[in-house]
């Protein structure tokens, strides 16, 4: 059994995104195996490739964070893609792959050096109601005059999405220890950076309550792209960097198309064809 570690969403500089392990083979693994692996590894997540039981798709993932297993995330369906192809695997349709997971069949389509994904609807939106939004502000430590806009940006992982001021205050939030299980939080806020139009910060509570935070998110993104379309804060493809905080620096980038979100971003091989023995 075969696996891959890869880098995604980073910058022009290697080593900057969000760390991936991919497992080939995956049908040989119990769900015992899958977490027990995906928690020593120690990553945001860890995926497991495994044949698809959808004749619509390429190939099935399933997605494992330290907590459980997610029904979508964005930079393993990026980096998977990536390993599925880079191992051989030919999409029916050229140039497009199609993903089998949590939430059914997600398109992942090649521009260039990137990949990019078709963003999930959203599987709930609008406010967030009083009790949550307080909850938030304690475990971030903000006044309530901080945040200009507070939204559900669920598409599998729960995110709560805050929108503050600046990218200055983004980046001046300190991560909090521990929090409740599950914590899905984000903070997003406006650049003024050449080449970068918002920066984004994402917050989630491993297994144990410690929080920990990612350095860069497809799937908030994702759900941010829609926020940020919706609302009429971004008209037109941008740049969301992410990351910078935790010594990373990744990049996303997004864009509309009539109805569709598109996240994008480069993916870069660490390790490849690595033998897994002893799970």
Sequence with gaps: MNFDLVDVFPSDRP??????????????LSDEQM???????????????????????????????????????????LGTAWAWLNAGGKPAREGVVMQQCGV?????RLTGEKL???????IRSGPLGETE???????LNLPREAVLDAVWADNGPGWQLLRLASAGAVLA????????VPTDLALVG??????????????????????????????????????????????EAYVAAQGRCV?????????????????????????????????
């Design 15 to 28: 080593l900057t995104g969000n760390p991936l392990a991919v497992v080939h083979g995956g049908e040989g």
């Design 133 to 139: 939004l307080a909850e938030a502000l304690k475990l």
């Design 247 to 279: 010594g990373a620096d990744g990049r996303a980038y997004v864009s509309r198309e009539g109805d569709d979100v598109w996240v994008g971003g480069k993916v870069a091989a660490v390790s490849v064809g690595g033998t897994l023995t002893g799970v």
């Design 104 to 108: 059914g069949l997600v398109e992942v």
């Design 116 to 122: 990019a994904f078709r963003a999930p609807p959203l």
């Design 173 to 180: 939030v300190e991560c909090p220890a521990r929090g409740p």
């Design 190 to 235: 406006p650049s003024q950076e050449p080449g970068i139009d918002w920066e984004v910060r994402t917050f989630f509570a491993g297994a144990t309550g410690a929080i920990i935070e990612d350095p860069v998110t497809g799937s908030l993104n994702a759900s941010l792209g829609q926020y940020l379309f919706e609302t009429g804060l971004a008209s």
């Design 35 to 77: 977490i027990k692996l995906t928690r020593w590894l120690g990553f945001s997540e860890t995926t497991f490739l495994l044949p698809p039981t959808d004749p619509g798709a390429d190939y099935h993932v399933r997605i494992f964070c330290p907590r459980g297993e997610l029904p979508f995330a964005g930079h393993p369906t």
